[in-house]
């Protein structure tokens, strides 16, 4: 089936630090959305994004739908030890079909305080 | 936060039995959703729903079937569990259904071990 990319899989960073994690597809989407999911937690939304170029900031989050309509990305700034967890992105193709959500395979982000 | 509550949190069963995963809603949303998440794959949809008794499949719905008898509970039912169902149950809602604002929340998970 039709997939995300997201990268990087991993990052084991500093506190204090700025990440960058981002997502690209071959198809079009109409909708990206960034979720973080906390161990033992469900997903959690983010930011939602819904036109192209548009950037959404969101306390220390920045996250941008890109001018293609086939990437976005998620930054990060100054980040803590409560920022760890796994990130997904999630992308959707237009109207009528909410809830099918295409995920990212996610970002697991560790912070060494 | 749409009140979704999960149950079971935790299970471990046998292959070959049968297994029903319940989501309870409290925020009378109307469109409901049961996704699966494996290493390396995210979450995946396994079967939505868009009304009581109206459901319809998702990317991964083989081994699975669904019900919705009330608007508050979702069902997901394994007739005959396999290994390959071992994973993470998220139940997600959403109030409305195709617009961009349309916003969809989870639940806290059920992990499922079938040995």
């Known amino acids: 089936g039709q997939q995300l990319n997201q990268s990087p899989q991993s990052m084991f960073i500093q506190e204090g630090e700025d990440v960058s994690m981002n997502c690209t597809s071959s198809?079009?989407?109409?909708?990206w959305l960034w979720y973080k999911q906390d161990p033992g937690e469900g997903p959690v939304l983010l930011i939602a994004?819904?036109?192209?170029?548009e950037l959404t900031s969101n306390g220390r989050l920045t996250a941008q739908f890109g001018i293609t309509r086939k990437d976005s990305f998620l930054n990060i700034s100054a980040s803590i030890p409560s920022d760890v967890g796994i990130y997904f992105c999630a992308g959707q193709r237009g109207s009528g079909n909410t809830g099918k959500l295409i995920f990212g395979q996610g970002t697991t982000l560790q912070v060494k305080p | 936060d749409a009140g979704i509550t999960q149950s079971p949190r935790h299970k471990v069963t046998e292959t070959g039995t049968p297994v029903t995963l319940r989501c309870h809603q409290t925020?009378?949303?109307?469109?409901m959703y049961w996704y699966r998440q494996d290493p390396g794959h995210g979450l995946r949809l396994i079967h939505y729903s868009y009304g009581v008794k109206d459901t319809d499949k998702g990317e991964v719905s083989d081994g699975y079937s669904v019900s919705r008898s009330k608007t508050e509970d979702f069902l997901l039912t394994l007739e005959s569990a396999t290994s390959s169902q071992t994973s993470v149950y998220f139940c997600?809602?959403?109030?409305?259904?195709?617009?961009?604002?349309?916003?969809?929340?989870f639940g806290e998970g059920s992990w499922l071990t079938v040995v």
């Open positions: 994004l819904y036109k192209a170029g």
């Open positions: 997600a809602t959403s109030l409305t259904y195709g617009t961009p604002q349309d916003t969809i929340y």
């Open positions: 925020e009378n949303h109307r469109y």
């Open positions: 198809s079009i989407f109409n909708t």
